[in-house]
């Protein structure tokens, strides 16, 4: 990358990459040890590294007992709102800590001991961060799962953790409908090879079912309020630093999530870190990551990183819009005094398009805000300039991944406020060092120009352990491409000033509002509709969710179904299979898929064609009349999509038949 000369920024970053002991071992003093580590960094080989070596600590001990220790018992640590209920809960430090700590002897009393996996599904209610945080006080490994997956997802990653409890709750809330869980939950438990034992449930009295409803011969289902007011409270237990804390599991390229699994003492390090330095938050400072637990920004920035700051976390049942209005962000601002708030660029869009002109900020008091933070997917200049412009205090654009756990590129706030640049996270975050290289794995000479965004090893602290089940995994995933480097799957380029821009994906990962989808786990569902002879699943463009996933099928010789009864069954086959969060609604029905003459669908051209951008018909195209067929199906889809009324929310288009 460019030297820039950036001042104080310039200087912390230098010393990270020069020092990296000395850097991360004076960070590493925040925390309380049990026993301090030996040395920062132990570099076995160039891709085989520990950080905090010797060192032992408990994560929860960490954002809990360490605070109310030093006489922050009364300070709040969490909010609860629920825009879905209306119901607002406030837990100090000193209560948090109490319902952790009995919750963590709950767990316990049902045989989970340090390194046994518990599953946590469960919304957004505050007792999904003291599930997560009980987990960590006993060295047990959670895995939190995203309510808006489907039960065979669910399956999924109960067979890869092999989890002895599952902690779960009646239900979620959705504008206009509940989410049952646990017919969800005996549904994947079915359809698992049977690891799991006992099931906790907490009831919420706005959604039907308890532990009651489900007993089973060869699983407990048990009540949580029963089995927390019954347990003795735990002590946290001293963990090795590379302990693993929690899998999350994220799309790879193939159908097979990948768990990426995080330790304990480096990320408690970088996130107390990247609090101070990155998002400029003190203790008893408010700070608002508008997310969910079942994604990285939750388990970061919800849960972990406020708490270990001492600072004051906020988890918000709702959405930006509808619950009840454009204003419900603002609202929870103004009542709760949030100095930081964090969310993704397609919030931001939703708020845009229904309220362009901010009529509804003007009805609060939002003047605590100094920032706003927005990752998980591109932030579009035309957002960027419509947020800073209305909000009035910096908005950052940061990019992070499951992987790393916390940013790689930003405006480092608490460091120096640098210039904003639209279309830009700004600059490596201490601790990584980037490089753009070429699919040869050289470093790409002229600046602006895009290639392969890949960070230098080793990884700072915080970022992944390796991906659960699988050491080879992370090697083949991730190492194995740029030798030295771990590869990011994104790619982008320097401007002449080190601000990064990160462009796309170099992989078949796609971004749903925030979310990451793998079209390669859409297509094998596809796949499964007896009709479907073959299918691509592209991210095309999406005004609000940035990219939405779009369909391309072709029927099998003889097929005879009709094609919107067609449509209609793949997208239930979507959301049956993957849930409603994969939010599959667009399927265009062709004679053919435009195809190499060596078979290879043309994906890029296809995608370029629906996204209305210029394209060349490349040389090797098989017959280059099935282009004007997708053309055609494409346009009748446009009007098709602008008829149709959001009442099946389903787009589909067909080919002319020959
Ligand atoms: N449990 C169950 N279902 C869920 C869910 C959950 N936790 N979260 C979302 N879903 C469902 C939704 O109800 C919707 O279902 P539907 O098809 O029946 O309407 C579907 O999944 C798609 O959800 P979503 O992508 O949220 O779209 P939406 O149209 O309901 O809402 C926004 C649009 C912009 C309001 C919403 O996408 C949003 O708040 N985005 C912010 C992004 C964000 O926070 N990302 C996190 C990463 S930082
Ligand atoms: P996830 O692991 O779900 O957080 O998704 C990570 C991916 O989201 C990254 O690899 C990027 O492709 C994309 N992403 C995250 N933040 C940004 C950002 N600020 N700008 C562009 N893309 C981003």
Redesign the pocket.
Known sequence: MTDAPLGTYADTWRRSIDSPEDFWMEAAQGLEWTTPPRAALEQRSETDWTWFPGGRLNTSYNALDRHVIAGRGAQTALIYDSAMTGTRISLTYLELLGRVAKFAGALRANGVGTGDRVIIYLPMIPEAVIAMLACARIGAIHSVVFGGFAANELAVRIDDARPSVIVTASGGLEPGRAVEYLPLVQKALALSAGSVHTVLVRNRESIPGSAADYADESVSWLDWADEEDNAAPADPVSMASEDPLYILY?SGTTGNPKGIVRDNGGHAVALAWSMRNIYNISPGDVYWAASDVG??VGHSYIVYAPLLAGATSIIYEGKPIGTPDAGAFWRVIEDYKVKVLFTAPTAVRAIRRVDPDLAELARYDVTSLTSLF??????DPETFHWANDGLHCPVV???????TGWAICANPLGIEALETRPGS?TVPVPGYEIDILDSKGHKVKRVGKDGNIAIRLPLPPGTLLGIWGSAERFQSAYLSAFPGYYA???SGHFDDDGYLY?MG?TDD?I?VAG??LSTGSLEEVLTLHPAVAECAVLGVRDALKGQRAAGFVTLKAGATINHDTLARELVALVRENVGPVAAFRDVTILDRLPKTRSGKILRKTIRQIVDGEPYTVPPTIEDPTVLDDLIHAVTASAHKASAETARTKTAVTTAPQH
Do not use: F, S
Not at 374 to 379: T, V
Not at 397 to 403: F, K, L, R
């Open positions: 994220t994604w990285v927005l990752a998980g997917e591109r932030l654009d940061h990019w992070w991944q499951t992987e996270a990011t799957g994104d990160i994906r990962v971004n979310h990451r």
